[in-house]
Nanobody, 122 residues
Framework: VQLQASGGGLVQAGDSLTLSCVAS??????MGWFRQAPGKEREFVAA????????YYADSMQGRFTISRDNAKSAVYLRMSSLEPEDTAVYYC??????????????????WGQGTQVTVSS
């Protein structure tokens, strides 16, 4: 599985942005988004389990971010709204190769995209 993330950019606080992740060798295993700000560890953002029709979010993103999946396009999206300067980071999409492991644990994911930069100005 190869993942290609896109959609990042420079936006102002309060703006919205949608990230896309297209997967080759697409599977139905869960996929997720993580982010990493300069000098900080990679943190969980959101995940989606298509088979169960369930989504999972980090507490600080709940209500502002929405993860979705389009199997026909082999893509996962992250809609981000009410962006804040603290959301500035490189955003990575990731895919599991099984249903085991926690959704918010980076090591549970077997495949990673290259990341896309999101910068939110105040």
């Amino acid at each position: 599985v190869q993942l290609q993330a896109s959609g990042g950019g420079l936006v102002q606080a309060g703006d919205s942005l949608t990230l896309s992740c297209v997967a080759s060798g697409f599977s139905t295993y869960p996929m997720g988004w993580f982010r990493q700000a300069p000098g900080k560890e990679r943190e969980f953002v959101a995940a989606i389990n298509w088979s169960l029709g369930r989504t999972y979010y980090a507490d600080s993103m709940q209500g502002r971010f929405t993860i979705s999946r389009d199997n026909a396009k082999s893509a996962v999206y992250l809609r981000m709204s009410s962006l804040e300067p603290e959301d500035t980071a490189v955003y990575y999409c990731a895919a599991k190769d099984s249903y085991s492991g926690s959704y918010n644990y980076a090591r549970s994911y077997a495949y990673w995209g290259q990341g896309t930069q999101v910068t939110v100005s105040s």
